[in-house]
């Protein structure tokens, strides 16, 4: 009440108060408002089903062919049977290649098999002979030296004779055309290719 009474002799002597126009907002400026305050929020990537993000790549591919390669060359390292090697090695191809082009499994799939392929089949017989010889031709010297015992009588113009040597059974020659007969000690001189050059122990 005195709110009012003090009201009107207010606007008696000062005359009435003027409005304060407000601004308007319709339902429209409000939905403007809204979709300017929604366009800065930043918002999550999107990925789709390829695995791609909006501006950037998720190419996983090549990291799977070279986890497959290291699963190959530890396999290798286990078995040493220079085989898994050369799968490893078309594993770590197609990894490269997937990593520069975007190509489809099937091709991926056809790369690592003609890399592995072609290895295993050009590549082996090679790797395996360079490995294996030396380690063979290191065993077969070792026997040079040893004493063994005939097992068979050497006569070197039939062509006969065999003798064992740390337990394994060689054929045997005599180094002077001496026949040496059965369960006679002898001493390897030399090895002519598979067989043994012995001579009779004193």
């Known amino acids: 009440m005195w709110y009012n009474i003090c009201r009107a002799n207010s606007e008696a002597v000062c005359g009435p108060r003027p409005r304060i126009a407000r601004p308007k907002c319709c339902c429209n400026n409000r939905f ?5 305050y929604t366009q800065r ?16 790549e998720l190419n996983y591919v090549p990291i799977i062919w070279l986890a497959l390669g290291i699963a190959f060359a530890v396999a290798e390292g286990l078995t040493v049977q220079l085989v898994s090697i050369w799968f490893a090695i078309g ?12 190509i489809p499994w099937p091709t991926q799939l056809l790369i690592f098999v003609i890399v592995a392929g072609v290895l295993l089949v050009a590549t082996r017989p090679l790797a395996k002979k360079l490995l294996f010889v030396k ?10 030296g040893q004493v063994g015992v005939v097992l068979q009588a050497i006569d070197n113009d039939l062509a006969t004779g065999r003798v064992k ?6 054929s045997a020659r005599s180094s002077n055309a001496d026949a040496i007969a059965e369960n006679t000690r002898v001493r390897v001189l030399a090895i002519d290719g598979v067989k043994l050059i012995v001579e009779r122990c004193e």
């Open 32 to 36: 403007a408002l809204i979709a300017a």
């Open 135 to 144: 380690k063979q031709s290191t065993n077969a010297d070792s026997v040079i």
């Open 41 to 56: 929020i930043p918002r999550e990537p999107a990925i789709n089903q390829e695995g791609r993000i909006a501006g950037m």
């Open 91 to 102: 594993a770590a191809v197609t990894a490269l290649v997937t990593a520069l082009i975007d």
């Open 165 to 170: 040597v740390n337990g394994l059974d060689w």
